[in-house]
């Protein structure tokens, strides 16, 4: 035959006992409430990081695609600047020659001219 426990507890005992085990649950509770509210604000912040995450990559994807076309535009006008410099020697050297030769013309023709005495 089994002696109920409350014979040899005073009730007085057990409620102190339940009442701090009722505390300690609250304090549970509480602790509970408090790790699930940082846990959200834990998930907001990583929502918005990755969201800036996307943009800045977002971001990056243009900038490269900018400088590829700078980089292109700035190679087309070097080699727009080597054509013109070509050109500049070359219509240099013509003009050059072309003194030269009205140069050499006008003194053969002055040293070929009969000469009167």
Not at 8 to 37: G, H, W
Not at 48 to 66: C, F, G, H, I, P
Request: proline residues 3%; positive net charge.
């Amino acid at each position: 035959m089994l002696i109920p426990l409350s014979i040899f507890v005073p009730r007085t005992r057990m409620e102190s006992q339940i009442n701090r085990l009722k505390e300690a649950i609250e304090k549970v509770n509480i602790e509970c409430d408090l790790l699930q509210s940082k846990e959200l604000v834990a998930q907001d912040i990583s929502r918005k990081l990755q969201r800036q995450l996307r943009e800045l990559r977002e971001d990056y994807a243009t900038v490269q695609q900018k400088e590829t076309e700078a980089n292109a535009k700035k190679n087309e006008l070097e080699k727009q600047l080597e054509l013109a410099e070509a050109e500049i020697v070359l219509v240099s050297s013509v003009t050059l020659q072309r003194v030269y030769q009205k140069s050499f013309i006008k003194e053969f023709i002055i040293f070929n001219r009969p000469r009167m005495t």
